[in-house]
Nanobody, 121 residues
Framework: QVQLVESGGGLVQAGGSLRLSCAAS??????????WGWYRQAPGKQRELVAR???????TYADSVKGRFTISRDNNKNTVYLQMSSLNSEDTAVYYC?????????????WGRGTQVTVSL
């Protein structure tokens, strides 16, 4: 089993920056063997994908965050990051870390509990 713990959320003024972290622990062969994603869910809205990184390091972003958010990973620390800049009120949401891996033909999907990001005007 793999556990994911997000941190780094908080209250920030519009135009500011935050860096979210997702620390992985448990049965990990290496975070570079897993696909990663950051999702967010605002009140009354569905959870949406914000950024994704494949095991080979290919990244994709939602149009709403392109040029402002960057997903990265530190293999030595088993940690994935989401650097967020030029934040606006529409970025207010609970942010969730997601990881996936295939083992012996079975796909495993892991989620953290989320961290709140609130952007004030």
């Amino acid at each position: 089993q793999v556990q994911l713990v997000e941190s780094g959320g908080g209250l920030v003024q519009a135009g500011g920056s935050l860096r979210l972290s997702c620390a992985a622990s448990g049965r990990i062969s290496g975070i570079n063997a897993m696909g990663w994603g950051w999702y967010r869910q605002a009140p009354g809205k569905q959870r949406e994908l914000v950024a994704r990184m494949t095991s080979s390091g290919i990244t994709t972003y939602a149009d709403s965050v392109k040029g402002r958010f960057t997903i990265s990973r530190d293999n030595n620390k088993n940690t994935v990051y989401l650097q967020m800049s030029s934040l606006n009120s529409e970025d207010t949401a609970v942010y969730y870390c997601n990881a996936g891996e295939a083992r012996s033909g079975v796909y495993y999907d892991y989620w953290g509990r989320g961290t709140q990001v609130t952007v004030s005007l």
